[in-house]
């Protein structure tokens, strides 16, 4: 088929083309790239020109949908914790019985899976380098100022002030566990996520009452909402 | 030595013009708007049933006294904890929750405009904008539905998405005629409609291609575990998937295909011969995530975006001809 050269607006809009383009491909690329010394410095510096678009567009992302290996879920419980710090009533989070349509329960599956993807233990290894300490004690603090909304949210939702929240793993069986019996949902197979104490910083000053407070290294009881 | 020259010059022109040239035919030759006028009203009905549905509890996801209140999620991408980013959102100024339901009343009567094709030229962008801020504010609850869903309107609102199965098809016959003919699109083959049609073509392709490799860094896909591994997990299992436990061939060869598929779909969409099977293979893939893994909307928005590859011509337009 013969074709016309390219006219001036079409190199244009080719040149609008390519830039997407190269913002499309470079974050996937970058998140392939991501290994213990940090992203590939070949494509870090391709990907700066066009991080802002691709940040705004939501062009960012990895696309690791169920990779490199399907993994445990996690959820979190919030408990209402009487004047011992004992807890007198919990949710788990998400629960199908609570939240519908199916859209909505994976809303909520999905800010459980964030709040435990960006979990950083609050007792760092010695000997790290000075700057990835830095970048460990702000994402630290970024967990807690997300663990503190969630609990806030709880606080006012259920006027009760003494409220925990606990991340719990639901690890998944092997194929000879199933076979031999073991439901999927056995209470053997959720377990409870251990947490430090939280910062000192003036925002995060009031106290909340950590997971071990209620019991965090004790298997939960029951995965389901109890009333 | 001069002629060795000479003959390479002469190589690199011819490959750079035939370059261009295939360049050109691929992104320059006006195709039929019916397909992305198809996944409009598709892609327009999933953007409303997800506004609704955050709108079921808008509380918990907007404003002060959300999951992840106002302060915190500027404080996501601000730099507050050392990272900034450019997925700014008004959205985390906004603390009245009258205001926000004001906002999102608009949002989702937008988006129904879209999905109509009333002004889509306006209410497309629109609803792009929209669903940006909606992204920027709701960090941490989002998911791939999110993201398809998002580049979809990306690339309907460059292309005329109205000019089919529209208001704006229906009011261009009954008033304005070729008057308008920006807002009110005519049904007929435009390079527009080809660039949104191949954009979203080629992100499908890169969507697709890292996926792959993502499951390829992995050990599960490969010796045929993930099959089970993603059946037992509880939390996304709607329909029960774990009878595949006894058949672990089935589950290999699902685990081995699923990768495979998804690494090869970059190439072999394309040719003639294989697209119709790629085709049918990601409405398996994605009918069996949503039947099974509970993500219904997701399947179902993939199966979607999957039409792009589809031939205008399964999709007659009569009234808009006439």
């Not at chain 1, 990835?132 to 949210?153: F, H, P």
């Not at chain 2, 460059?158 to 003919?181: K, M």
């Not at chain 2, 591994?229 to 509880?234: D, I, K, M, Q, R």
């Amino acid at each position: 088929m013969p074709t016309r050269p390219l006219g001036k607006w079409q190199w244009v809009i080719s040149l609008g083309i390519l830039f997407h383009l190269v913002a499309v491909v470079l974050p996937p690329l970058a998140y392939q790239s991501d290994g213990p010394a940090g992203i590939s410095p070949v494509i870090q510096a391709a990907t700066t020109p066009v991080r802002p678009y691709g940040e705004f567009l939501h062009l960012n992302r990895g696309y690791a949908f169920f990779a490199p290996d399907p993994g445990p879920s996690h959820l979190f419980q919030i408990a209402r914790l009487d004047e011992e710090n004992f807890p007198f009533e919990e949710w788990m989070y998400p629960s199908l019985d609570h939240q519908w349509p199916r859209l909505a329960y994976h809303r909520h599956f999905m800010l459980a899976e964030y709040l435990n993807r960006i979990h950083r233990p609050v007792d760092l290894p010695e000997g790290l380098d000075p700057s990835i300490i830095v970048d460990l004690k702000a994402e630290r603090r970024r967990y807690e100022y997300v663990r503190r909304s969630m609990i806030e949210k709880m606080r006012k939702e259920l006027s009760h002030d003494n409220i925990a929240l606990r991340r719990i793993e639901h690890a998944l069986l092997l194929p000879q566990d199933y076979s031999s019996g073991i439901p999927i949902n056995d209470r053997r197979t959720y377990q409870v996520l251990g947490d430090g104490p939280v910062f000192s910083e003036p925002a995060l000053s009031e106290e909340v009452p950590t997971p071990q407070d209620a019991g965090a290294n004790e298997t939960i009881t029951d995965p389901k909402v109890p009333s | 030595m001069k002629s060795v020259v000479g003959s390479s010059f002469g190589l690199a022109r011819q490959w750079l013009t035939e370059s261009a040239e295939a360049w050109s035919r691929f992104w320059f030759t006006p195709c039929s708007p019916r397909v992305i006028s198809v996944l409009r009203i598709l892609a327009g009905a999933m953007l409303v049933y997800s506004h609704l549905v955050w709108a079921m509890d808008l509380g918990s996801f907007l404003g002060p006294d959300a999951w992840i209140d106002n302060d915190t999620a500027k404080s996501l991408h601000d730099g507050s904890f050392g990272f900034s980013d450019a997925a700014r959102s008004y959205l985390w100024n906004i603390d009245s929750m009258g205001l926000l339901w004001a906002h999102h009343v608009v949002a989702i009567l937008i988006a129904i405009a879209f999905t109509l094709g009333f002004l889509t030229r306006l209410s497309g962008p629109l609803s792009l904008f929209l669903q940006l801020m909606l992204l920027h504010r709701l960090t941490g609850m989002l998911f791939g539905l999110d993201q398809i869903l998002t580049y979809c309107l990306m690339y309907l609102s460059i292309g005329p998405s109205g000019a089919c199965y529209s208001v704006d098809a229906w009011l261009r016959r009954r008033l304005t005629g070729d008057r308008l003919a920006w807002l009110f699109p005519a049904d007929r083959p435009s390079v527009s409609a080809n660039v949104a049609t191949r954009l979203l073509q080629i992100h499908l392709c890169v969507i697709y291609f890292f996926g792959g490799i993502a499951k390829a860094r992995g050990t599960t896909w490969w010796d045929g575990s993930a099959m089970w591994l993603s059946a037992a997990n509880y939390e996304y299992q709607s329909v029960p998937l774990t009878w595949i436990v006894d058949y672990p061939r089935l589950g290999a060869l699902l685990s081995n295909a699923t990768m495979l598929w998804e690494l090869s779909y970059v190439a072999l969409i394309w040719p003639r011969l294989t697209r119709p099977v790629f085709l049918v293979i990601a409405v398996m893939v994605h009918a069996g995530i949503g039947i099974f893994l509970g993500m219904i909307t997701f399947g179902t928005m993939m199966i979607i975006a999957n039409l792009i590859f589809v031939s205008p011509k399964l999709f007659s337009c009569q009234s808009c001809e006439a």
